[in-house]
């Protein structure tokens, strides 16, 4: 595996635990509870807006292609996943990295998931 690795979102890997219970006709217990969480994680319950791993995808490539988030491919995906519709929650998940990031910048994010949720 890369250093980079691979982002994936919840509704995918909701589907990908439906696959493996068809499969083998059952789950163990953490993929049990990966799966309820997932099922929770991608449903409109969580933040308004059911997940989709195209939309998931594009947003992703979109948001990499701000200069910022080409060094933190991870942020980009976490903004992907969580689809944050303001700033102030686009700039915690920047603050966890502990970079700082232009207000054009989030702008950019917030017109992307804008963009492709509504």
Same mark, same amino acid.
């Given at each position: 595996?890369?250093?980079? @690795?691979?982002?994936t *979102?919840?509704?995918?890997v909701? +589907? %990908?635990l439906?696959d493996a219970q =068809?499969r083998?006709g !059952?789950l163990?217990?953490?993929?049990?509870a990966?799966?309820?969480?997932a099922?929770?994680?991608a449903?409109?319950n969580?933040n @308004?807006?059911?997940t *989709?791993?195209?939309?998931?995808? +594009? %947003?992703f490539?979109a948001?990499? =292609?701000?200069?910022? !988030?080409?060094?933190?491919?991870?942020?980009?995906?976490?903004?992907?996943?969580i689809?944050?519709?303001?700033?102030?929650?686009?700039r915690?998940?920047?603050?966890?990295r502990?970079?700082?990031?232009?207000?054009?910048d989030?702008?950019k994010?917030?017109?992307?998931?804008?963009?492709?949720v509504?």
């Open positions: 595996m890369t250093d980079e @690795g691979t982002f *979102d919840f509704s995918s909701r +589907d %990908m439906h =068809e083998r !059952f163990t217990y953490e993929q049990k990966a799966l309820q969480h099922e929770w994680a449903s409109d969580r @308004g807006y059911a *989709d791993p195209k939309v998931f995808t +594009d %947003m490539n948001i990499m =292609e701000i200069e910022i !988030f080409q060094k933190y491919p991870e942020l980009a995906a976490k903004l992907a996943e689809m944050p519709m303001h700033s102030d929650d686009v915690a998940v920047i603050a966890s502990r970079i700082s990031i232009e207000g054009d989030v702008e994010v917030l017109d992307i998931i804008r963009q492709h509504k």
